[in-house]
């Protein structure tokens, strides 16, 4: 029945031809700090299915300010055990799952919200010699590694440390163009993840010089609203609601965001439709009064979940896990996206119903495919009756089949047809992970003084500091060192590099 199932899905992905239409790529990012969590929220580059995405993107690397070199941001993660600071081959392991589906193409990612303020970004790459290192050193990675391209998520050019600095925009161009010359005689892929709205994009971005460089362009269709505003707000509607107005219905809708590439000269087929597998949440002011564009609580700490640990984000995989007969569930048909409420908690988010009403929009508008942040989010253990529900749901509508009519989170609820306000770029959309990793440092106590089972234990002195502790054949304990990122500290509860503010750390400095 397994290798059964597999025929079935591979048939999908590689049937497209038959079907008429060249809106057939799905376009997968992968949170690689995912491997760090417990339980259902776990996701280790083999628990991904190949089969479901035509392109793996594998996120991230980091940008050395001084030189302009790509770096490495995990070795204990990403690199294998032959090299210094390396352990679990995250990289080989991500590239292996060609073997599994030798169609698929695999690129690793630059950037991300979560590198911070992006003046770093600017200062290399209007530099023409720095700029030019940073191309070298992007293409010897991707090269030793064995991965298929490189995806550039600076977030965002001209903004957020450098704003009013227009140059952004044609370095931007630049990088590139000279990434194209350096990557094409390869057969190497190269791609972006830009920011979707035209208050945003409009700021960074010349859209028709893109064309000539990028092989994907990676629209995040996504973060349209979220706790930082004043009202409830739907994460990513598909339309705007009557009852709005302004940049609300001109612009934070995922029509509108498309409208926008494509009137400035954006080519449809290289164009990629992002698709949020997380919902953001909110704290309603009156739990009587929920409807989207309710008055909500400026930055509360919406609902978060176990995995991702994030204030105002909840990836479906913890929205599934719920129990679903607390709360109310509503679809607004205008938008065309679901949300639910308990009280005074509300949640925004996508389900199988609503992304696959998205992937035949992808199909009308004649846009390239679809993509996904991020693959780790989706139901990973089968949950709703299906593992990666909402991957199948895209695959299922982008290779003929019909949009799902029901949700695993939406049966024998209510349904409420109704949808809001601006943000000029996105926030994180997942906690930090430890961004330096090294093992047998000298400055690590011996195994026996950490480790007293296997797992992970925080430091007694350091709170930013764990050890990961495994048996090894003598049946001795190991200790393994990490360093979490900068302002975080490591959670014992959730086992995850997390926010200050969530975490208990009695140790005094």
């Known amino acids: 029945m397994k290798s059964l199932l597999l025929i079935t899905v591979t048939i999908f992905v590689f049937a497209v031809e038959t079907f008429g239409h060249d809106t057939n790529k799905v376009v997968c990012y992968y949170g690689s700090w995912a491997k760090y969590r417990q339980g259902n929220g776990n996701c280790e580059e083999e628990t991904i299915d190949p089969n479901l995405c035509t392109h793996l993107i594998y996120t991230f690397v980091g940008l050395n300010g001084e030189d302009g070199s790509v770096k490495v941001l995990d070795a204990w993660a990403d690199l294998p055990a032959s090299e210094p600071g390396g352990g679990r081959d995250g990289y080989g392991k991500f590239n292996a799952l060609k073997k599994i589906n030798p169609e698929l193409k695999t690129l690793i990612a630059i950037g991300g919200w979560n590198e911070g303020e992006t003046a770093k970004y600017s200062n290399v790459l209007n530099d023409p010699n720095l700029r030019s290192n940073f191309v070298k050193s992007a293409l010897e990675l991707v090269l030793k590694y064995g991965f298929d391209g490189f995806d550039v998520d600076w977030e ?3 903004q957020r440390g450098s704003e009013g600095k227009e140059s952004d925009k044609e370095a931007f161009i630049a990088t590139l163009k000279e990434l194209h010359e350096a990557f094409q005689p390869h057969g190497l892929l190269i791609s972006a993840a830009v920011a979707a709205a035209k208050t945003s994009a409009s700021k960074s971005y010349i859209i028709p010089e893109m064309n000539s460089y990028l092989d994907l362009i990676n629209l995040m269709a996504y973060d349209l609203h979220g706790a930082w505003e004043s009202h409830t707000g739907l994460n990513a509607p598909l339309y705007p609601r009557a009852d709005e107005s302004g940049e609300d219905r001109e612009v934070l809708n995922v029509e509108a965001c498309v409208n926008y590439w494509l009137e400035n000269g ?11 597998l997380y919902g953001r949440s909110f704290q309603l002011v009156d739990k009587n009064n929920y409807k989207p564009g309710s008055p909500s609580v400026v930055n509360g700490q919406g609902l978060q979940g176990p995995y991702t640990r994030t204030a105002g984000t909840l990836g479906y995989n913890e929205i599934l896990e719920l129990n679903q007969n607390e709360w109310d ?3 607004d048909d205008e938008g065309k996206v679901p949300y639910m409420v308990r009280g005074q908690d509300w949640v925004g988010y996508d389900n ?3 992304v696959g009403l998205k992937a035949q929009y992808a199909i009308e508008r004649g846009l390239g495919g ?3 942040w991020s ?3 989706d139901d990973l253990t089968g949950i709703s009756g299906q593992k990666f529900v909402l991957l199948n749901s895209i695959n299922s509508v982008l290779h003929g089949g019909s949009v799902p009519t029901t949700s695993s989170t939406t049966t024998g609820v209510p349904t409420d047809p109704s949808e809001t306000t601006e943000k000029p770029s996105s926030p994180p959309t997942d906690p930090t992970k430890p961004t330096e990793t090294t093992t047998d440092k000298p400055s690590t106590p011996p195994s026996t003084d950490i480790c007293q089972h296997e797992g992970f234990v925080r430091d007694k002195n350091d709170c930013s500091v764990f050890y990961e502790c495994i048996k090894e054949q003598n049946g001795e304990l190991k200790a393994t060192r990490f360093q979490c990122g900068a302002g975080t500290y490591f959670n014992e509860e959730a086992l995850v590099c997390d ?7 009695n140790v005094l400095f």
């Open 156 to 158: 965002y050019p001209n």
């Open 266 to 276: 954006a080519d449809p087929k290289k164009l990629v439709l992002g698709i949020p």
């Open 329 to 331: 569930h509503y679809w």
């Open 352 to 354: 199988e119903k609503s």
């Open 370 to 372: 679809v993509m996904v």
């Open 375 to 377: 693959v780790e989010t």
């Open 499 to 505: 926010y200050k503010e969530n975490v208990k750390c």
